[in-house]
């Protein structure tokens, strides 16, 4: 008796680490990809997006970029469009390499990476929502 409930014990835990792996993973992909998964598709792609969101019914602070982090090589246009109903940027982290002002609802912005680095951004309503391109050679 004692034995099997120390088997049941092990199968618990064993539920519980597996539901939290899956549960990690979801988020993820909820929150957009992983740098890795992002860098695939763009990597060759001249232009890229990003979606601006405000998932429905949710808090002010789930508002982000997707993806959040996105890989592509110099000379790539990457195109943001804010499919929110309020105003949000896309404004570069260092004040200087690009900044979008008001984008409306519904607008774009677009911004060609002539340089190789990596960008951090911020939209300067909700500084929250960050973002990051990374521009490679
Ligand atoms: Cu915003």
Redesign the pocket.
Known sequence: MKHSHYLTGGLFFILVVSFAISAGTGEVAVAGRTPAAAAAPTRAAKTAAVS?VEPPFQPVTT?SYRPAVLKVRVGATVTWTNTGA????VTATDHKSFDSKDIKPKTSFSFTFKKAGTFPYF?S??PW?KGTVIVTP
């Open positions: 601006i508002w309020v105003l949000h940027t939209c309503y909700h929502m």
